[in-house]
Protein backbone atom coordinates (compact mmCIF):
# COMPACT_ATOMS: atom_id res chain seq x y z
CA UNK A 1 0.00 0.00 0.00
CA UNK A 2 1.06 3.27 -1.18
CA UNK A 3 1.13 6.33 1.35
CA UNK A 4 1.49 9.75 1.26
CA UNK A 5 2.20 11.15 4.60
CA UNK A 6 2.28 14.33 6.36
CA UNK A 7 1.53 16.99 9.54
CA UNK A 8 1.58 20.17 10.67
CA UNK A 9 0.64 22.18 7.56
CA UNK A 10 -0.91 25.12 9.76
CA UNK A 11 -3.45 26.69 7.55
CA UNK A 12 -0.78 26.85 4.50
CA UNK A 13 -2.91 26.07 1.20
CA UNK A 14 -0.75 26.28 -0.94
CA UNK A 15 1.16 23.32 0.69
CA UNK A 16 -2.13 21.50 1.06
CA UNK A 17 -2.45 22.13 -2.99
CA UNK A 18 1.23 20.53 -3.59
CA UNK A 19 -0.07 17.41 -1.22
CA UNK A 20 -2.99 17.03 -3.35
CA UNK A 21 -0.96 17.05 -6.03
CA UNK A 22 1.62 14.68 -5.00
CA UNK A 23 -0.81 11.95 -4.08
CA UNK A 24 -2.27 12.61 -7.78
CA UNK A 25 0.90 12.55 -9.86
CA UNK A 26 2.06 9.30 -7.34
CA UNK A 27 -1.42 7.40 -7.66
CA UNK A 28 -1.17 7.17 -3.74
CA UNK A 29 -3.47 4.76 -2.50
CA UNK A 30 -4.38 6.41 0.93
CA UNK A 31 -3.18 9.75 2.25
CA UNK A 32 -2.55 10.69 6.23
CA UNK A 33 -2.53 13.64 8.02
CA UNK A 34 -0.99 13.45 11.80
CA UNK A 35 -2.96 16.94 12.82
CA UNK A 36 -2.37 21.06 12.96
CA UNK A 37 -4.23 21.40 10.00
CA UNK A 38 -5.44 24.57 11.83
CA UNK A 39 -3.27 27.09 13.85
CA UNK A 40 -4.20 28.17 17.81
CA UNK A 41 -7.74 26.75 16.40
CA UNK A 42 -8.48 29.32 13.79
CA UNK A 43 -9.05 28.62 9.71
CA UNK A 44 -9.73 24.79 9.90
CA UNK A 45 -11.52 24.59 7.40
CA UNK A 46 -9.98 26.01 4.26
CA UNK A 47 -7.39 23.60 4.80
CA UNK A 48 -10.22 20.46 5.04
CA UNK A 49 -11.58 21.90 1.64
CA UNK A 50 -8.49 22.09 -0.08
CA UNK A 51 -7.33 18.57 1.41
CA UNK A 52 -10.69 17.23 0.41
CA UNK A 53 -9.15 16.88 -3.08
CA UNK A 54 -7.38 13.56 -2.74
CA UNK A 55 -9.20 11.10 -4.30
CA UNK A 56 -7.90 8.65 -1.85
CA UNK A 57 -9.31 8.06 1.71
CA UNK A 58 -7.98 10.21 3.62
CA UNK A 59 -7.19 9.10 7.97
CA UNK A 60 -6.72 12.54 10.14
CA UNK A 61 -5.88 12.77 13.72
CA UNK A 62 -6.32 16.51 15.34
CA UNK A 63 -3.72 18.27 16.13
CA UNK A 64 -3.11 20.05 19.61
CA UNK A 65 -3.94 23.03 16.86
CA UNK A 66 -7.53 21.62 16.35
CA UNK A 67 -10.19 19.99 18.72
CA UNK A 68 -11.61 16.59 17.60
CA UNK A 69 -15.11 17.72 17.46
CA UNK A 70 -13.52 21.09 15.08
CA UNK A 71 -11.50 18.91 13.28
CA UNK A 72 -15.22 15.97 12.91
CA UNK A 73 -17.48 19.35 12.18
CA UNK A 74 -15.33 20.65 9.20
CA UNK A 75 -14.46 16.98 7.79
CA UNK A 76 -18.34 16.00 7.47
CA UNK A 77 -19.51 16.31 4.62
CA UNK A 78 -16.20 14.27 3.09
CA UNK A 79 -16.56 10.88 3.26
CA UNK A 80 -13.30 9.71 2.20
CA UNK A 81 -12.42 11.43 5.38
CA UNK A 82 -11.58 9.25 8.50
CA UNK A 83 -11.07 11.17 11.65
CA UNK A 84 -10.13 8.87 14.32
CA UNK A 85 -8.61 9.85 17.92
CA UNK A 86 -8.91 6.83 20.33
CA UNK A 87 -10.47 4.95 17.32
CA UNK A 88 -9.43 3.07 14.08
CA UNK A 89 -10.69 2.12 10.95
CA UNK A 90 -10.00 -0.57 8.21
CA UNK A 91 -8.98 0.97 4.85
CA UNK A 92 -8.41 -1.46 1.95
CA UNK A 93 -7.27 -4.60 4.01
CA UNK A 94 -5.33 -2.34 6.30
CA UNK A 95 -5.93 -1.27 9.96
CA UNK A 96 -5.00 2.16 10.84
CA UNK A 97 -5.53 3.44 14.53
CA UNK A 98 -5.35 7.10 15.67
CA UNK A 99 -4.59 9.26 18.46
CA UNK A 100 -4.57 13.07 18.11
CA UNK A 101 -3.52 16.06 20.53
CA UNK A 102 -0.32 17.05 22.14
CA UNK A 103 0.89 14.03 24.58
CA UNK A 104 2.03 15.18 27.46
CA UNK A 105 0.27 18.73 27.71
CA UNK A 106 2.29 21.75 26.60
CA UNK A 107 2.73 25.06 27.70
CA UNK A 108 1.41 26.83 24.99
CA UNK A 109 -1.89 27.84 27.41
CA UNK A 110 -5.43 27.17 26.90
CA UNK A 111 -5.93 26.97 23.17
CA UNK A 112 -3.75 24.00 23.14
CA UNK A 113 -5.84 20.33 22.88
CA UNK A 114 -3.38 18.20 25.07
CA UNK A 115 -3.83 15.01 26.35
CA UNK A 116 -2.20 13.53 29.85
CA UNK A 117 0.12 10.98 29.40
CA UNK A 118 -2.53 8.42 31.62
CA UNK A 119 -5.43 9.34 29.39
CA UNK A 120 -3.34 8.78 26.11
CA UNK A 121 -3.12 5.36 27.66
CA UNK A 122 -6.64 4.91 27.97
CA UNK A 123 -7.58 6.03 24.36
CA UNK A 124 -4.68 3.85 23.24
CA UNK A 125 -5.23 0.43 24.57
CA UNK A 126 -7.83 -0.41 21.51
CA UNK A 127 -4.82 -0.51 19.63
CA UNK A 128 -4.55 -3.56 16.93
CA UNK A 129 -1.07 -4.95 16.78
CA UNK A 130 0.31 -4.73 12.82
CA UNK A 131 -1.46 -1.51 12.71
CA UNK A 132 -0.45 2.26 10.85
CA UNK A 133 -0.93 4.30 14.33
CA UNK A 134 -1.22 8.03 13.01
CA UNK A 135 -0.21 10.36 15.90
CA UNK A 136 0.14 13.85 16.67
CA UNK A 137 2.93 13.70 19.12
CA UNK A 138 5.82 11.11 18.52
CA UNK A 139 6.87 8.55 21.10
CA UNK A 140 9.08 9.41 23.82
CA UNK A 141 12.86 9.35 22.90
CA UNK A 142 12.13 8.93 19.09
CA UNK A 143 12.39 11.96 16.76
CA UNK A 144 11.01 14.13 19.43
CA UNK A 145 13.82 16.47 20.53
CA UNK A 146 12.79 20.26 20.37
CA UNK A 147 15.16 22.93 19.65
CA UNK A 148 16.51 22.73 22.95
CA UNK A 149 17.91 19.01 22.46
CA UNK A 150 15.47 18.02 25.36
CA UNK A 151 12.58 14.77 24.42
CA UNK A 152 9.27 15.85 24.51
CA UNK A 153 7.33 13.48 23.24
CA UNK A 154 5.00 10.60 25.30
CA UNK A 155 6.01 7.41 26.95
CA UNK A 156 2.07 6.65 26.53
CA UNK A 157 2.54 6.04 22.10
CA UNK A 158 6.35 4.14 23.17
CA UNK A 159 4.50 1.67 25.33
CA UNK A 160 2.04 1.35 23.01
CA UNK A 161 4.21 1.13 19.91
CA UNK A 162 6.38 -1.87 22.09
CA UNK A 163 3.19 -3.43 22.61
CA UNK A 164 1.27 -3.56 19.43
CA UNK A 165 4.17 -3.42 16.97
CA UNK A 166 2.82 -1.19 14.68
CA UNK A 167 3.88 -1.53 10.49
CA UNK A 168 4.91 1.76 11.02
CA UNK A 169 4.17 5.23 12.85
CA UNK A 170 3.29 8.35 11.73
CA UNK A 171 3.88 11.60 14.11
CA UNK A 172 3.92 15.27 13.52
CA UNK A 173 4.60 17.93 16.25
CA UNK A 174 7.72 18.31 17.09
CA UNK A 175 8.65 20.64 14.20
CA UNK A 176 12.64 20.20 15.15
CA UNK A 177 12.66 16.76 14.29
CA UNK A 178 10.31 17.07 10.81
CA UNK A 179 11.32 15.01 8.12
CA UNK A 180 13.69 12.38 10.11
CA UNK A 181 13.27 8.84 11.56
CA UNK A 182 13.71 6.23 13.73
CA UNK A 183 12.94 2.89 15.09
CA UNK A 184 11.57 1.14 18.26
CA UNK A 185 11.87 -2.85 17.28
CA UNK A 186 11.22 -3.65 13.90
CA UNK A 187 8.62 -0.31 13.63
CA UNK A 188 10.08 2.57 11.67
CA UNK A 189 8.58 5.71 13.16
CA UNK A 190 8.59 8.73 10.84
CA UNK A 191 8.22 12.88 11.92
CA UNK A 192 6.55 14.00 8.87
CA UNK A 193 6.62 17.77 8.45
CA UNK A 194 4.38 19.63 5.91
CA UNK A 195 6.57 18.62 3.14
CA UNK A 196 4.40 15.25 2.77
CA UNK A 197 6.13 11.97 2.43
CA UNK A 198 5.65 9.03 0.08
CA UNK A 199 5.89 5.57 2.35
CA UNK A 200 4.85 1.96 1.39
CA UNK A 201 3.34 0.01 4.08
CA UNK A 202 5.91 -2.62 5.48
CA UNK A 203 4.28 -6.16 5.50
CA UNK A 204 3.85 -7.94 9.34
CA UNK A 205 7.11 -9.11 10.88
Known sequence: MKLLAFSDV???????????EMATK????????AGDFATMR????????????FSCPLVLVPGNGESIEELQEAC????HMHVLHGTGAMIEGQSFFGLGYAVPETPFGAWSCDLAEDSATAMLRSCPTNSVLVTHSPPFGHVDQ??????VGSQ?????IQRTNPKLVLCGHVHDCWQTSSQVGSTPIHNLGPAGWLLDVPKAS
Do not use: E, F, W
Open 76 to 79: QRYP
Open 146 to 151: NSRGQH
Open 156 to 160: AILQT
Open 10 to 20: HTDLMACHRLV
Open 26 to 33: NSVQVAVG
Open 42 to 53: RNLQPVIDVLSG
